[in-house]
């Protein structure tokens, strides 16, 4: 029986279909806007990739933050809250508490995020009914990455790929994951780690493919895989293959990359006799008591 999570991964390249071509007009950061982007767990992985590529793009400075950590009373144009479940203690005190013009991204309309935000998209055709959310970070990030001007037909085409191709066996078998992204995607590379962590309960890292020689290549063994999510600095794989472990780099669109490394976390999961719909000690929303 197919799971939830397998389900929702599978979706993935009709909803980034249906997000590129339904972006909003207004509600979204303008060019020129100073932007905060504040997220929990997942959500502030996505905001750290949204980040940098509206940088790239010229579109602003933009900043992301955990929603618990981020500086209140800092000069900001909008603040830009990603939350899945709309429910998230962190983000909706964030909201109540800042003057800024304010814009969420959710996929339930029936939640208090509604009113806690000046501007609302609702992405409800992208929710998820596993607790590990897949389709719904991404599909907000193609939403996003549209709405800087990005086409995004390679990478849709890309995820078709990533989902029909079988998965190494060096992947599902492994023993430790290091995930490394440069820009944009090294939310992404924080991203797949924290996949693999939920569904398999797997022993993972990440960090900036640059910093990987300072010290965490220490790590790296036999049995053991350096995943680069997007193309990895020159030298990097020889580096990494000198240790014996491996080297795994595909060259697709690092959103899509990320649909791989999800699909390696079931099959991990399901390795080991867990049910990747409910991960050990999580909840799909953080709901903190006042």
């Excluded at 279909?17 to 806007?33: F, I, K």
């Excluded at 190494?168 to 992204?181: I, M, R, S």
């Excluded at 990097?236 to 999800?262: H, K, S």
Aim: hydrophobic share 45%; charged share 20%.
């Amino acid at each position: 029986m197919t799971t939830h999570t397998e389900a929702e991964i599978a979706s993935q390249p009709s909803c980034w279909r249906r997000a590129v071509a339904s972006v909003p007009a207004d509600a979204l950061p303008r060019r020129g806007e100073r932007v905060a982007v504040v997220g929990c767990g997942t959500s502030w992985f996505i905001a750290m990739a949204y980040a940098a590529l509206r940088e790239r793009a010229g579109h602003g400075e933009t900043d992301a933050f955990a929603a618990s950590e981020a500086p209140i009373g800092r000069p900001y144009d909008r603040v830009l809250a990603l939350t899945r479940s709309g429910t998230t203690t962190e983000v909706l005190e964030l909201l109540a508490r800042t003057d800024t013009r304010t814009t969420a991204i959710t996929a339930d309309p029936d939640t208090p995020i509604m009113t806690a935000a000046g501007e609302v998209i609702v992405l409800d055709y992208a929710d998820e009914r596993s607790v590990v959310q897949t389709r719904f970070a991404t599909t907000q990030l193609a939403l996003l990455r549209a709405s800087l001007g990005e086409d995004l037909t390679r990478a849709i085409e890309d995820a078709e790929q990533a989902l029909a191709a079988p998965l190494p066996d060096e992947l599902v078998k492994a023993e430790q994951f290091t995930f490394l992204g440069t820009g944009w995607s090294v939310g992404l590379a924080q991203e797949a780690a924290l996949k693999m962590r939920e569904a398999s309960r797997s022993w993972t890292e990440a960090y900036p493919a640059m910093e990987y020689r300072h010290g965490p290549i220490s790590i790296a063994a036999p049995g053991r895989v350096t995943w680069m999510l997007g193309a990895a600095p020159e030298g990097l794989r020889a580096q990494v293959e000198e240790t014996g472990g491996t080297f795994f780099e595909t060259g697709l669109d690092p959103m899509a990359e990320l649909i791989r490394a999800q699909r390696v976390a079931v099959a991990r999961a399901f390795a080991q006799g867990l049910n990747p719909d409910e991960p050990m000690h999580l909840t799909r929303s953080v709901i903190l008591s006042s």
